[in-house]
């Protein structure tokens, strides 16, 4: 075994602060301002106090007439307030991907990826560390400035654009950084060039926690902002006018079943064996349609009854509907009208908005062509050809079988975008997969070739990238986030503390906390003669031509990383 290196101090929560350029003074001149004046530092714990809050979780940023602020589309970890000027927040059409700089990510180059296998440490997760300061050295941290795109000619480049203007004072980006979604708008400093104050979310979620004004008045931009660009979603939001869509708004209610942080609550559920019958309900088939369900985040759970019990038809995930159907069949066939097909269950942590059917009804209802209505339920108290070849929305998916649907829904996979799903029969256990992600990892796999199986199917403790990556919730430094520009979960090691809180959270054990070693193989040790971790998983080979090395490498066809928000990709590869 090799010795431990000399000790280190162990990483804190602002070793890597937003910005190296955030002095005392500007952190004073913030406390003079709205809102942070007004907030009380006594309501502030010791580990994280106002002024550290400002110090290392906010920066200043100046930008240039025309220069883009954020991009509809990609993923925002931070919130921004107006200091001075204005900005543009384009609203319809939007400006073209070309205009606004959208491009591939960057690759490693041939010649670098063929040189990573001879430079591979021999040794499992080497870092470098700064002898000076004792700490391990960051590989990279945080940007005060990335390269901006201007857009020339700001009047003719919005012509054709709806747009509104933002002020001093005002808060946006907001919903991006609290919520793990991307970027609803583009906006854009205006002629005269604006200065922001940018707070990244883990700060802002801090303020909120600690100020209960700040949360109320997050809470009311949110409603006030998100709730139009949600509705927009929902396919009968075309026919509808600015009155209709305000007295829809006006109407319209959020609701939040299940808990935020659900992970723990869903492992002591697996651990005890829980069935879809113990998850809260939202709507119970056979009761009276009385509104229209849209899922906003996370999934929901549609089931029938079978016998003495229940079985899984399919899961709702974002912008998904429940309860249109029925509301449009009462309303056209008075006289033979339909109780609720199935009943809506929670999994996890669920984010709706409910629509009142009277305003269906009266609003929605009469604005649409005929031919755009659904078809009438087939008789009253049955569901409409539940198992069609085509599924409808909250219709049960008959390319996939109800044994695998409920293997897929009761272990939540449903959650991953590029779930590692192995094929046993095809698989011959030759571990190419994993020497694969190995080499390109510098000697560490990054996932097991292990995880629950069904029948011939495997899913592997492997990242899945979630829709809702609930692991990104407890993290203190925003270490684990998502990739701006494909939203993909990766871990940054300079802000990664080895809390575990990732690991903890994750509901798949995808991420796994790792000792870390210098360049001679010695453990790396805190002074409190504890070794140093961090947090690794599956960065889906972000960086590397052709996607995943695991999927490339293997020789029989038999692992593929698949899209189970919906069953396409997974059925397509089944029937390969």
């Not at 509809?72 to 000027?85: C, K, L, N």
């Not at 809260?280 to 079978?306: C, H, K, W």
Request: charged share 25%; hydrophobic share 40%; proline share 7%.
């Amino acid at each position: 075994m090799s010795p431990a290196a000399p000790s280190l101090n162990r990483p804190r929560r602002w070793d890597v602060p937003f910005s190296k350029d955030m002095s005392s003074a500007e952190v004073q001149n913030l406390l003079m301002m709205a809102p942070f004046c007004d907030m009380d530092p006594k309501n502030f714990p010791r580990s994280a106090q106002l002024n550290d809050i400002l110090k290392n979780d906010t920066r200043l940023r100046v930008f240039k007439p025309g220069e883009i602020i954020v991009r509809e589309g990609d993923y925002g970890t931070s919130a921004f307030m107006v200091m001075s000027g204005s900005a543009e927040v384009v609203l319809s059409p939007g400006l073209p991907p070309s205009m606004v700089g959208r491009r591939d990510p960057a690759r490693r180059g041939l010649l670098r990826a063929i040189a990573q296998l001879w430079a591979n440490p021999r040794e499992d997760e080497v870092a470098r560390r700064d002898e000076r300061s004792g700490t391990v050295n960051p590989r990279y941290s945080e940007s005060d400035a990335a390269p901006g795109v201007i857009l020339q000619d700001i009047p003719r480049v919005l012509s054709r654009q709806r747009t509104a203007t933002i002020t001093s004072g005002d808060v946006f980006g907001e919903i991006a950084a609290l919520s793990r979604m991307p970027r609803t708008a583009t906006i854009l400093a205006n002629a005269d060039g604006a200065e922001l104050l940018e707070i990244r979310w883990q700060g802002l979620r801090d303020l909120m926690r600690y100020d209960p004004q700040l949360r109320t008045f997050i809470d009311g931009i949110y409603r006030e902002r998100a709730l139009l660009s949600y509705l927009d979603e929902l396919p009968f939001m075309k026919f509808l006018g600015p009155d209709g869509k305000r007295r829809l708004m006006d109407a319209t209610q959020f609701e939040t079943y299940g808990d935020y942080d659900w992970s723990g609550e869903y492992k002591q559920l697996v651990h005890a064996g829980a069935t879809a019958a113990q998850e809260p309900t939202i709507a119970v088939e056979g009761d009276y349609p009385n509104s229209v369900v849209m899922v906003r985040a996370g999934f929901a759970r549609l089931t029938q009854r079978y016998g003495s019990g229940h079985r899984t038809l399919n899961y709702l995930g974002s912008g998904r509907m429940y309860g249109f159907d029925e509301i449009a069949h009462n309303w056209r066939e008075p006289e033979n009208r339909v109780a609720l097909q199935h009943t809506l269950r929670v999994i996890g942590y669920t984010h709706v908005l409910v629509i009142p059917a009277n305003i269906i009804e009266e609003v929605v209802l009469p604005a649409m062509p005929a031919a755009a209505l659904p078809p009438p339920i087939a008789a009253a108290g049955r569901s409409r050809a539940p198992f069609a070849a085509e599924p409808e929305p909250g219709a049960a998916d008959s390319r996939v079988s109800a044994d695998v649907m409920e293997f897929i829904t009761q272990n939540r996979f449903f959650n991953g975008t590029e779930t590692m799903v192995i094929d046993l029969d095809r698989c011959t256990r030759c571990d190419d997969c994993v020497r694969a992600c190995a080499e390109t990892h510098d000697n560490n796999p990054r996932f097991l070739r292990h995880g629950p199986i069904h029948k011939n199917l495997m899913v592997a403790q492997a990242c899945m990238h979630c829709a809702d990556p609930i692991c990104m919730i407890g993290c203190p430094t925003g270490a684990i986030h998502r990739d701006t520009f494909e939203g993909n979960v990766v871990i940054n090691p300079a802000s990664c503390i080895g809390c575990s809180a990732c690991a903890n959270n994750c509901p798949y054990g995808a991420i796994r906390m790792v000792e870390i070693r210098d360049r001679k193989g010695r453990i790396l040790v805190a002074s409190d003669a504890q070794p140093i971790q961090k947090a690794t998983k599956c960065d889906l080979c972000i960086d590397q031509y052709g996607g995943p090395a695991c999927e490339r490498a293997c020789p029989h066809d038999a692992l593929k990383r698949v899209n189970l928000n919906t069953l396409d990709d997974l059925v397509e590869w089944l029937q390969r």
